[in-house]
C-alpha cells in the first residue's frame, strides 16, 4: 500500500470561471492533473485538507495520491496560484508522476550538529547561500529534505555540493559547477575589526610615504 497522502476530488465538467468561482465559495480548490501523455483532469480538491499540506515544509517534493471517480493518480504538486490580496489558493496544477520515471524537484536544505561547529561555536554566523537544492530524483525516492552536517567547519569554510551526500539515484540538475551552498561567516564585529585595522593601516603607510617624501624633498634643497 501507498505512503503517499490520500486526497479524495470530484470531477469539474465545466471549465469555465462562473465554476471555478462556485467551487470555491463551495470550500474547494480548482485543479487539474496532467501529464505522462494522458488526458488533463480538471477537478476540485477540498481547500482545507489542501491547505493542511501547504503549511508542512515540501510541498512540492511530496508524493499525492489523488482520488478521481475511484482511481488513484500519484502527483507532484507542480504550480499553485494564490489570491493577489487575500492569499488563499486559487488553483493548482499536479504533475502525473509515472512509475519509475525520474522528476526533477526542488528539495529543502536542513543543517544538523551546529554546536559541533568550532566556527559558530565562536560567533561566526551561518549564511545560507540556497535554501533549496534543485535535484533530479526517482519519482519513488524523493528525499523530504537533505541533511547537511556543519560538524568541524570555521569560519571561512564554504559548502558545496560536491560535498554533500545526496540519496541513491539522486543528482543535482546544475552539473557544469560546484555550487555553494552556504558558508561560515566572520561575525559582524570581528569584521569590522578587520576593516578598521586594514585602514589604519593603510593611514600609517599612507603618513609613511608622505614623510618620506617630505625627507627626500628637504635633501635635495
Known amino acids: 500500500m501507498s505512503d503517499n497522502t ?3 476530488a470530484n470531477v469539474r465538467s465545466n471549465t469555465g470561471k462562473g465554476s471555478a468561482r462556485a467551487a470555491r465559495r463551495a470550500g474547494r480548490i ?12 480538471s477537478i476540485d480538491i477540498e481547500e482545507r485538507e489542501y491547505r493542511k499540506l501547504m503549511n508542512q515544509s515540501g510541498i512540492f517534493s511530496r508524493l499525492l495520491d489523488i482520488s ?14 494564490f489570491h493577489p490580496v487575500s492569499e488563499n489558493p486559487l488553483h493548482v496544477d499536479f504533475l502525473r508522476i509515472g512509475k519509475g520515471s525520474n522528476i526533477n524537484v526542488s528539495v529543502p536544505v536542513s543543517f544538523i ?11 561566526g554566523v551561518l549564511n545560507t547561500v540556497r535554501f533549496e537544492l534543485e535535484l533530479e530524483c526517482p519519482a519513488d525516492n524523493i528525499p523530504e529534505k537533505i541533511e547537511i552536517n556543519l560538524e568541524g567547519l570555521v569560519v571561512g569554510d564554504s559548502i558545496h555540493i560536491s560535498s554533500v551526500n545526496l540519496p541513491e539515484g539522486v543528482k543535482p540538475t546544475i552539473t557544469d559547477r560546484d555550487f555553494t551552498i552556504a558558508t561560515i561567516a566572520a561575525p559582524t564585529k570581528m569584521a569590522e575589526t578587520s576593516v578598521e ?12 610615504d608622505t614623510e618620506s617624501e617630505s625627507k627626500d624633498s628637504n635633501t635635495e634643497n
Open 68 to 81: 478521481v471517480e475511484g482511481k488513484a493518480n500519484t502527483v507532484l504538486t507542480r504550480d499553485i496560484q
Open 113 to 123: 550538529n551546529e554546536e559541533l561547529s568550532p566556527g559558530l561555536k565562536t560567533g
Open 30 to 41: 480548482p485543479a487539474i492533473i496532467y501529464g505522462e501523455k494522458k488526458d488533463t483532469i
Open 197 to 208: 585595522e586594514t585602514e589604519v593601516t593603510d593611514e600609517t603607510d599612507e603618513a609613511s
Open 6 to 8: 490520500i486526497l479524495n
